[in-house]
């Protein structure tokens, strides 16, 4: 399989740690508010990853984090009256509800800062022991000039960062560049480190969390791509001057998404929130429409998108239906094709989603003719259960119960023998209980 690594720039193949495991972190939303759509994308992409590398056969293990200790957490505690903690558990609790909504799988860990406290400052002391962060004033900085190749993953050096980036003037830091590992508060929540009161960096947190979770170093650390900037270069910078690595082997981003040209953003406005996002369209629909695009471009939302994905979501529904109707009215055997090397060739190439889509309609258009035609059909059911798999599509299809399969053959019989009144009586039936 191979992966666009967003450290090197380059297609490459995937090479796990450990033979046949995969360790997988992927950034979380900082629980202050509600998360938009744009949001979702890394959900919905890291969660498809998930599914084929656990579909390879891969042992994967999977964590995606809680920010649950900001400055942005201490601005809405404020505004909305309630202390840090509860802000936390409102929105992690309702974050909890959007992946349920949008039938996003479990994971294996949901870490939280406010649980890693001691193992962040362990890090930072052993930074400042290597010399590569001080100490002024309460304030922790991480010393960038020592790392040689600061600026790897967003291809900047230091000299054009300095004289490119937005950089804060802070007469503490030696170095502009330099970041806040830890810094002093007296405002709203503390934690009282060996330098006194104050929070952590957020680019220390996602670090200290992979650490304590799998250890030095992982396989696969997605994001957006708007997060390529500084955070990720700064994770990687702390993970290079305590660990001698680049904290993961391979770095993968998605593109964002636009509204009408303009990237969607909170500070835009130009957003909607996921939960209302999700009332107007199904979990199926929203994730057919962020696949036809592949996840490194960026990704406009228009309604032509929506409509077409929502067209083939109904396609797809419609076919599994009849076909799961045979399949029980039959009693034949589904479930045993468990790869299909087509998949694979798709997949294989940096996850290629908008042709794994062509692929699943021409699975869709086989199993029509097959079903028209009286053909076998359960490989070709199973190869569309296996893409849905990886897709996350769900669908829900009914369980006949032994009067249900009663009523569909006395239809079948009424409608042969042209009996159309009695077939019509039974057909309603069938159409109310959704078997039709
Ligand atoms: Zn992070």
Redesign the pocket.
């Known amino acids: 399989m191979k992966i666009y690594n967003s450290l090197t720039d380059k297609i490459e193949e995937f090479k796990p740690i450990t033979p046949g495991k995969v360790t997988m972190y992927v950034?979380g939303p900082t629980v202050y508010n509600y998360v938009h759509i744009g949001n979702m994308r890394p959900v919905i992409t890291f969660d498809m990853v998930y599914n084929y590398l656990k579909y390879l056969g891969y042992d994967v293990t999977y964590a995606s984090n809680f920010t649950d200790v900001n400055p942005k957490i201490i601005a809405a505690a404020k505004e909305l009256g309630i202390t840090e903690r509860e802000v936390a558990d409102k929105f992690i609790k309702a974050y909890l509800d959007d992946l349920a909504s949008y039938n996003c799988g479990e994971i294996d860990y949901r870490p939280r800062v406010i649980e890693h406290m001691e193992d962040i400052y362990n890090f930072i002391q052993a930074l400042i022991d290597k010399d590569m962060a001080y100490e002024v004033d309460g304030d922790v900085y991480f010393r960038v000039s020592k790392v040689n190749d600061y600026g790897i993953l967003s291809n900047q050096n230091i000299e054009e960062l300095k004289s490119g980036a937005r950089v804060e003037v802070d007469d503490k830091k030696e170095n502009p560049l330099d970041f806040a590992l830890w810094r002093k508060t007296d405002d709203g929540e503390q934690f009282a480190s060996p330098w006194g009161l104050g929070i952590p960096g957020w680019h220390t947190e996602?670090v200290v969390m992979i650490n304590s979770l799998f250890g030095s170093k992982i396989d696969i650390h997605g994001?957006g791509v708007d997060?390529k900037f500084p955070?990720h270069e700064n994770?990687i910078a702390q993970s290079m001057a305590l660990n001698n690595n680049h904290l993961a082997n391979y770095w993968m981003h998605n593109g964002h998404i636009n509204v009408d040209g303009e990237k969607m953003s909170k500070s835009l406005g130009n957003f909607i929130l996921a939960k209302d996002f999700i009332k107007e369209h199904e979990a199926n629909v929203v994730k057919i429409a962020m696949f036809k695009t592949h996840y490194r471009l960026p990704l406009n939302f228009t309604d032509e998108v929506f409509n077409e994905a929502k067209v083939l979501n109904e396609k797809i529904m419609n076919v599994l239906k009849q076909a799961n109707l045979q399949i029980q009215l039959e009693g034949l055997e589904v479930g045993k094709v468990k790869r299909d090397e087509n998949i694979e060739k798709i997949m294989d190439e940096d996850f290629n989603t908008p042709n794994l889509i062509t692929y699943l309609l021409d699975l869709v258009k086989d199993l029509n003719n097959a079903l028209r035609k009286k053909e076998e059909f359960c490989s070709i059911y199973d190869k569309i259960g296996l893409v849905n798999q990886i897709l996350g599509l769900k669908y829900d299809l009914l369980v006949m119960s032994d009067e249900d399969k009663k009523l569909y053959s006395e239809w079948l019989e009424y409608r042969n023998n042209k009996d159309f009144a009695k077939a019509d009586e039974l057909r309603n039936i069938l159409v109310n209980k959704g078997i039709l």
């Open positions: 950034c996602c994001g997060l955070h994770e």
